[in-house]
């Protein structure tokens, strides 16, 4: 896990990219609470605290101990950035009162377990103060993504059947953009994966490989798929 989390902290930069362009196209304000929630080593989160400045606060949240760890270090003595262990299923910091104008989460909804992610949803709606935004940044399931361990997806149109089922929210808005990640070889692309998903390639499905991937003349990787984008109010 303290391999991963050091070799997630230097090879996410696709994820890094795209979670900061969700995050710049939020309008986050000036003095802003903001909620990262699976921030990982926290990029993210500092790039949210630049945005939401000293009167704001930001409080990354991971139940992975490594990656706070290295979070922690790594923006030490940053007044306005906190990182926490947690989650929904442990706690976090205000999980239970209306303290966030924003809670964010990039790239970490997808690891949540199906019948988990209603209760994840329930705390964003108890932790978001009246007139918050939850803003999720997730990957979508694909046709045929046969990737089982601990991976859980949701298409468009699931995303917006969960939202109508728990029925908290409103002006629930989902897209579905398309991404094009670019490695430099194979061997980069296999500790990426391993490094974002805890998971090896080779005991993948040739199947997953074969779709999703390209393996380019120069010796490239591109992998291809689509992402959720979600934001969503507290009246
Ligand atoms: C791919 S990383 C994303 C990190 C960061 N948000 C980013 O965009 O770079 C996914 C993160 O989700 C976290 N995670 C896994 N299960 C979670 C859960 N149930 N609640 C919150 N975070 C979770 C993992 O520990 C991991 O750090």
Redesign the pocket.
């Known amino acids: 896990m303290e391999a991963d989390a050091k070799a ?1 902290d230097e090879l ?1 930069g696709p ?2 990219e795209e ?1 900061s362009q969700f995050v710049h196209e939020l309008n986050l304000s000036l003095g802003d609470k903001v909620l ?5 080593t926290g ?2 989160t500092k790039y949210i605290a630049n945005i939401v400045g000293p009167d704001g606060q930001v409080v990354g ?4 101990a490594e ?1 706070i760890k290295i979070a922690k270090e790594k923006y030490k003595g940053i007044s306005n950035l906190q990182f926490y262990v947690g ?3 442990i706690g976090f910091l205000y999980d239970n009162e209306p303290y966030y104008d924003v809670h964010i ?4 909804f997808h ?2 377990p199906n019948d ?1 992610k209603s209760i994840y949803l329930q705390k964003a709606h108890q932790c978001l103060k009246s007139g918050g935004k939850l803003a999720i940044f997730c990957a979508a399931k694909m046709p045929d993504d046969v990737r089982t361990a601990g991976y859980y997806p949701l298409t468009q149109q699931g995303c917006r059947d969960l939202f109508q089922e728990i029925g908290f929210f409103n002006d629930v808005v989902v897209d579905e953009p398309p991404y094009l990640f670019r490695f430099k070889s194979f061997a980069e692309f296999k500790q990426w994966y391993k490094a ?1 998903t805890h998971l090896d390639l080779d005991d993948e499905d040739p199947v997953f490989i074969k779709k999703f991937i390209t393996l380019e003349d120069d010796g490239q990787v591109s992998l291809k798929g689509l992402n959720i984008c979600i934001t969503a109010c507290k009246d």
């Not at 989460?105 to 970490?108: D, L």
Request: contains cysteine; negative net charge.
């Open positions: 997630y996410s994820q890094i979670g990262d929630m699976g921030c990982g990029h993210v949240v991971d139940p992975d990656r989650s929904s299923a989460s990039t790239n970490a690891w949540i988990e974002s």
